[in-house]
């Protein structure tokens, strides 16, 4: 089956832009997740869809970062304005609650961010 | 609040010298336990997960953990390591009770295999 993918693979902005990256779950995931994995540091969850509704959003930056999920499939993670500390790599992530304990989770290969 | 630690940033490691990658959850929820793997430029890849039973766990690429509940441990194991085995390795853990819910990962070890 086809993985998580996730587009573009790298992206260098200058602070104070903005930034959009995009994520197509496995087929039939009605999770889906961003993660923020700053150098150094595990992933740490940002946001939390299932289907097109948001489960948890409670780490993610409100005032800057944003996200969709339309139609209950593909998703995009928008930051606007960029900081210096949001270099970072975004991971998405997918699954499908009920089939066991790690619910066929399935990370894709992220999109590494550099403000500078 | 969940937390897991793992207790070396660093793991040096001679080729087909056995390795423990150390790690400590937290006791506060019943959890489900993940190791996973992540090469340079890649997404993370699952070794292997404690869900329930046995209490140790066979991976892939031949790693092994034991879940110690007296312990709060998870520790992974390998008897003998390969150069293709450096990476970066992930503890995580997931609340039981949480169906579909988020990983909770610590700050990651970075595993040198040396020839």
């Known amino acids: 089956e086809a993985g998580v993918a996730q587009s573009p693979r790298y992206k260098i902005i200058e602070k104070r832009q903005s930034v959009a990256f995009w994520c197509n779950p496995i087929s039939g995931h009605a999770t889906l997740y961003w993660y923020q994995q700053i150098l150094g540091q595990g992933p740490k969850l940002l946001i939390q869809f299932q289907n097109n509704g948001v489960v948890d959003d409670s780490q993610l930056p409100k005032d800057r970062f944003s996200a969709e999920r339309l139609k209950g499939v593909d998703s995009t993670l928008k930051i606007q304005p960029a900081k210096l500390e949001d270099s970072a790599v975004y991971l998405c992530?997918?699954?499908?609650?009920?089939?066991?304990?790690?619910?066929?989770?399935?990370f894709g290969s992220g999109t590494r961010l550099t403000v500078v | 609040a969940q937390s897991v630690t793992q207790l070396d940033s660093q793991v040096p490691v001679f080729e087909e010298a056995p390795v423990e990658l150390r790690c400590n959850y937290s006791s506060s929820v019943s959890v489900y336990l993940f190791w996973y793997v992540q090469y340079p430029n890649q997404g993370l890849q699952l070794l292997l997960k404690?869900?329930?039973?046995?209490?140790l766990v066979k991976g892939i690429n031949g790693f092994e953990a034991e879940f110690n509940k007296s312990q709060t441990s998870f520790h992974l194991r390998k008897p003998s390591v390969h150069i293709s085995d450096t990476a970066e390795y992930f503890c995580?853990?997931?609340?039981?009770?949480?169906?579909?819910?988020?990983?909770?990962f610590g700050q990651g070890t970075e595993l040198s295999v040396k020839p």
């Open positions: 992530a997918s699954s499908a609650p009920g089939q066991g304990g790690d619910y066929g989770y399935t």
């Open positions: 404690y869900l329930s039973g046995s209490t």
């Open positions: 995580a853990e997931s609340d039981r009770h949480n169906q579909g819910g988020k990983l909770i």
